[in-house]
């Protein structure tokens, strides 16, 4: 007696499932980039919108800024520049602009020169509490600036700094910004012992391995710490509220608050005018130094 054994039969394998969204490929690689490209573009309008309406609506008569929702009317003026940029004895905004420019150069250069020799003796030097001391300066991130901001001015009044650029540019000296320290830490122990090496054979010390060897090398971090500098600096208003008191030391930020008023009288033609201004020395920093900001931030190890 013999027995048949049947061959079940194998089941018809199944389609694959069109994804629009995915890693298998649509059957039309075209209408793919449209859909993607068209919600880029879409999210992109709608993230400047509020910019473009700014812009928009500093050309724009003051009886007419919140008239539409458009970006551009028929009605063109140019006022709101001439008199947002002269309003005044007290609201001089080329003054205001020498004002920012000269205290956040005087931060970008606290800040280079303080927070890269502190982060060169973090990263190459062996002292006693090192880790300790580094974990500080890194345990400061944590601490909000309001918390120290009364003991600060009770500091800077007794010394006699308020109503000047001190307040604001010494603690930049002083190493406090430890984020650009935690930066420029990364960024050091990233090079080669091999370089200081060479250099301690030909006659270096530490300021020679670090003048001719580090600087050169940490160009993209110096370039990152000086674009988030200016940003920060260019763009405070409490730091400049507390202790720049008379007008004639106001920042650009002092200068556009006092568009406002409460009786509500408020220039918003011209505020939008030098709103619009103040945003082109930031934006021309940010494109000189978008090279160096891309390449310090991906070879610092932050993510």
């Known amino acids: 007696m013999t027995t048949t ?47 473009l309406w700014m812009v928009g609506a500093s050309f724009r008569p003051d009886n007419q800024v919140f008239s ?26 080329s003054r205001f602009f020498f004002n920012s420019l000269t205290l ?3 931060c970008i250069a606290g800040n280079l020169i303080s927070c890269s020799l502190t982060a060169y003796a973090f990263a190459r030097l062996d002292f006693r509490f090192k ?11 944590l601490l909000p600036y309001h918390v120290t901001l009364v003991p600060q001015y009770i500091l800077f009044n007794q010394l006699g700094w308020v109503n000047s650029f001190l307040p604001l540019v010494v603690p930049k000296v002083m190493a406090t910004d430890a984020f650009f320290i935690f930066l420029m ?9 091999s370089l200081d090496d060479a250099a301690r054979i030909d006659g270096c010390g530490h300021w020679g391995i670090f003048r001719r060897v580090i600087v050169p090398l940490s160009i993209p971090a110096f370039g990152t710490t000086a674009l988030f500098t ?63 900001l891309v390449e310090g931030i991906a070879t610092s190890g932050l993510k």
């Open 68 to 93: 539409t929702l458009g970006l551009f009317t028929g009605d063109f003026t140019t006022d709101n520049y001439r008199n947002g940029w002269t309003g005044g004895d007290q609201l001089n905004f």
């Open 185 to 193: 830490v990364q960024f050091i122990r990233a090079l080669p012992r």
């Open 131 to 141: 880790k300790t001391l580094f974990a500080l300066v890194i345990g400061t991130l």
């Open 230 to 292: 200016f940003i920060n600096t260019w763009n405070d208003f409490l730091g400049p509220m507390l202790y720049l008191t008379e007008p004639g030391t106001w920042t650009v930020s002092q200068g556009l608050a006092s568009f406002l008023d409460a009786t509500g009288q408020s220039a918003y033609g011209s505020l939008f005018a030098m709103s619009t201004l103040s945003l082109v020395p930031v934006l021309g920093f940010f494109i000189a130094a978008q090279k160096l």
């Open 104 to 106: 956040t150069v005087l």
């Open 5 to 51: 054994t049947t061959t079940p039969r194998a089941a018809p394998p199944r389609r694959p499932r069109r994804l629009l969204f995915g890693n298998r490929p649509t059957r039309s690689p075209l209408l793919r980039a449209l859909v993607k490209h068209s919600v880029m573009i879409i999210t992109l309008v709608l993230m400047l919108y509020p910019l």
